[in-house]
Nanobody, 125 residues
Framework: QVEVEESGGGLVQAGGSLRLACSSP????????WAWFRQVPGKERQFVAA????????YYADSVKGRFSISRDSAKNTLFLQMDTLKPEDTAVYYC??????????????????WGQGTQVTVSS
């Protein structure tokens, strides 16, 4: 059984939009922190955005602040990452991750135990 599943990646021109979805059966935004990371070949996995389970606070990397936003469908245990005004440098494999770490780990891959398989986002110039 897949514990975390992403969808919604694809190819888009610069300035366009995509929406990624992440689902995890049996896990909710109240029980887990949900986050998005991205990675390009040869580089470390990079924090993109996260929602902390306590209080629902959202956190974003400076590089995506104002362009990306998190939303959710509680009934479907699904979190979305809306990506607007995409740039070629946003090209990467995007991963959804779930964890139960403390707030200080919200931006670190080490704070997450469950990972999806990743979805490719390619932004052409």
């Amino acid at each position: 059984q897949v514990e975390v599943e992403e969808s919604g990646g694809g190819l888009v021109q610069a300035g366009g939009s995509l929406r990624l979805a992440c689902s995890s059966p049996g896990r909710t935004v109240r029980t887990h922190n949900w986050a998005w990371f991205r990675q390009v070949p040869g580089k470390e996995r990079q924090f993109v955005a996260a929602r902390f389970r306590s209080g629902g606070y959202e956190y974003y990397a400076d590089s995506v602040k104002g362009r990306f936003s998190i939303s959710r469908d509680s009934a479907k245990n699904t979190l979305f990452l809306q990506m607007d005004t995409l740039k070629p440098e946003d090209t990467a494999v995007y991963y959804c991750a779930l964890g139960q770490g403390i707030l200080s780990t919200i931006r670190s891959p080490s704070g997450y135990r469950l990972w999806g398989q990743g979805t490719q986002v390619t932004v052409s110039s």
